[in-house]
């Protein structure tokens, strides 16, 4: 499966984007999702992901200001980002795996390319 990830750009402190990630080639709902980032000079984290039920899990970090959700009919997962932080700025990935649960670690089969996110006034 190949994934396309977009949606970043510049935003200030406190506001809202949306991130896309459009798989093609295999169809998303057979694939748990991941949204990860990574921020200059650190490693890439966890940020959440959604199962092949629907299910979703986040990082601490990010619970209640993030929601991941999928269409199925587009074949995208979503990553929806409220209340931003500067420490946020980094590239986001997403990612795909056929294990049937969401792994919180970098062991997924497929990666998009990341977009980026800056978060400053």
């Known amino acids: 499966v190949q994934l396309q990830a977009s949606g970043g750009g510049l935003v200030q402190p406190g506001g809202s984007l949306r991130l896309s990630c459009v798989a093609s080639?295999?169809?998303?709902?057979?694939?748990?999702m991941g949204w990860f980032r990574q921020a200059p000079g650190k490693e890439r984290e966890f940020v959440g992901g959604?199962?092949?039920?629907?299910?979703?899990l986040y990082a601490d970090s990010v619970k209640g200001r993030f929601t991941i959700s999928r269409d199925n009919a587009l074949n995208t997962v979503y990553l929806q980002m409220n209340s931003l932080k500067p420490e946020e700025t980094a590239v986001y990935y997403c990612?795909?795996?056929?294990?049937?649960?969401?792994?919180?670690?970098?062991?997924?089969?497929?990666w998009g390319q990341g977009t980026l996110v800056t978060v400053s006034s």
């Open positions: 080639g295999r169809t998303v709902s057979n694939y748990a």
């Open positions: 990612a795909a795996t056929p294990k049937p649960y969401v792994p919180t670690t970098l062991v997924y089969d497929y």
């Open positions: 959604i199962s092949r039920s629907g299910s979703s």
